[in-house]
């Protein structure tokens, strides 16, 4: 799901930030909102469990994520729902009645949603939001627009949005999860002021495959489940009939 460094997320949630002009519904890989690469200042132990997270993520290529996320004092609990492969993607987000829906192939990508998930999640415009009806919009590869989708939104932003930057003191702990023995990272850092906490629970035994992640910062907590890591995904376009081009909504 990736920046240079990690954005709360409270601002332009995660999978509800635009690219360049395309309103990108967010990025499940950015939308879990960190990035990094081994911290170099902590124990061997917890550098060689972050390398090795990383590796293991990758090697996988797929993986479904369910996002939750709620802030205090907003009504309901915005849901970010998809399946995330190296060069493919299939994502949901919903808050209350607003929903949107998101695509990504090798070819094109492609949104659609209700006017409310039209204007909320992927910013348009009343007049584009007319434009839009009942069809998915593409935008095809090659546009600056579906390069940044694509690279929000597919599997090689993962380890840098799940992974504590270089920066960050880890400390690791252990602990059982619905009987399961597992291994917690856990990290503190500050952006802009904000304090962010964050865990993330892996196995203790076989590929330290990511289980769960929390995120906190106030007034915002959300919640990450991944599962389904290597499984097949296969997304495919709408069909022809449904779809208008990108520059049709915004000319």
């Known amino acids: 799901m990736v920046r240079t460094r ?3 997320p409270g601002r332009a949630p995660k999978a509800l930030r635009r690219a360049g002009t395309f309103a990108v519904a967010g990025g499940l890989a950015l939308a879990l909102t960190a990035c990094g690469a081994p911290p170099a200042h902590n124990s061997p132990a917890e550098t060689a469990l972050v390398k090795a997270i990383r590796q293991a993520v ?7 994520v369910v996002i939750h996320r709620h802030q205090k004092g907003k009504n309901g609990v915005e849901i970010l729902a ?18 949107a829906s998101i695509r990504i192939t090798p070819t094109a990508a492609y949104f659609t949603g209700n006017p409310s998930g039209l204007k909320t999640f992927l910013g348009l415009t009343d007049k584009e939001v007319g434009r839009v009806g009942h069809h998915w919009v593409e935008d095809k590869a090659g546009s600056k627009q ?5 690279q929000a939104d597919t599997m090689s932003s993962l380890p840098d949005s799940l992974l504590p930057t270089s920066s960050d003191a ?8 619905g009987g399961v023995k597992v291994k917690v990272l856990s990290w503190t850092e500050s952006v ?22 929390n995120t906190n910062v106030k007034p915002i907590n ?7 890591w290597g499984e097949h995904l296969h997304v495919v376009a709408p069909p022809a009939a449904d779809v208008i081009a990108y520059s049709q909504v915004t000319g």
């Open 146 to 150: 579906y390069k940044q989708l694509f």
């Open 82 to 99: 998809g399946d995330i492969g190296s060069k493919s993607a299939d994502e949901s987000i919903t808050h209350l009645s607003a929903t």
């Open 222 to 228: 959300q919640t990450t489940a991944f599962s389904a």
């Open 192 to 213: 802009s002021g904000q304090k962010i906490s964050e865990q993330l629970v892996v196995p203790a035994s076989g590929p330290p495959l990511p289980l769960s992640e």
């Open 170 to 177: 880890v400390k690791m702990t252990s602990s059982t999860v």
């Open 58 to 64: 990758l090697a996988k290529g797929t993986v479904r």
């Open 6 to 8: 990690r954005s709360p």
